[in-house]
């Protein structure tokens, strides 16, 4: 089995029930805050990030995901403890996330000792494609 997807360990995504679309909605979501480029506020000590849904909806049209669908999947995850939410009504209302203590998981990586790479590359007759 592959281990990972969108940078997650599946093997967790399993245990929690995630499937790819979540995946790629938190992988748009960390690779988003990572860039300094996303609205934020600190609140209660923490810092959030604010996320359109639209923006997921527009950013990847190959999921074929309505807004109202990214919401339900975002309130999901956060029921899981791998998200964070608070709402922030000034001027509008708007959804601020940040990671939940159970996103860690999502990036612990077990390898197994018999599919390791010098398995791999001590097979000499390996015909690359």
Sequence with gaps: MKFTMC??????ALEFGLDTTDL???RWIVDF???GRMRAMTLDGERYYWVSYQGIVDDMPLLY????AVYKRLRH??????LKKKTVCCGGKYSY???GDNFGELCRFET???NNFDDINSNQDMEYI
Aim: net charge positive; proline share 0%.
């Design 97 to 99: 996330y940040t990671l």
């Design 33 to 35: 805050m990572k860039s």
């Design 112 to 114: 197994a000792s018999s």
């Design 65 to 68: 995901i309505k807004k109202d």
């Design 77 to 82: 995850i956060c029921d899981l403890g791998i």
């Design 7 to 12: 940078g997650f360990s599946q093997q967790a």
């Design 24 to 26: 790629y909605i938190l």
